[in-house]
Nanobody
């Protein structure tokens, strides 16, 4: 069974930066597409960004474009989310997830989440 573990969350002032990491273990995720999601209190979980299995293609939600960057290190089985110019509204629990490269597959591996709090 595969496992995803996020780290790197914390408290940061508005305008600051954080880099989240998602370490995969228990199986190889090299052929998997990886994604980042977040959930704020009282809100539904929302998509932030994803990167394909090779790292050659990525996409972002409009509200993070130009501020967040997703990347992956296949050798380390790790995915990153660099978050710059953070805003108070970015406060949420951030989750990474994995899905197979099969077309229309669902994200079926999820991490436990890491809290990001942005202060004003």
């Amino acid at each position: 069974q595969g496992q995803l573990v996020e780290s790197g969350g914390g408290l940061v002032p508005a305008g600051g930066s954080l880099r989240l990491s998602c370490a995969a273990s228990g199986r190889t995720f090299r052929s998997y597409h990886m994604g980042w999601f977040r959930q704020a209190p009282g809100k539904e979980r929302e998509f932030i960004s994803s990167i394909n299995w090779s790292g050659g293609s990525s996409n972002y939600a409009d509200f993070v474009k130009g501020r967040f960057t997703i990347s992956r290190d296949t050798a380390k089985n790790t995915v990153y989310l660099q978050m710059d110019n953070l805003k108070v509204e970015d406060t949420a629990v951030y989750y990474c997830a994995a899905r197979s490269s099969v077309v229309n597959s669902a994200y079926d591996y999820w991490g436990q989440g890491t809290q990001v709090t942005v202060s004003s």
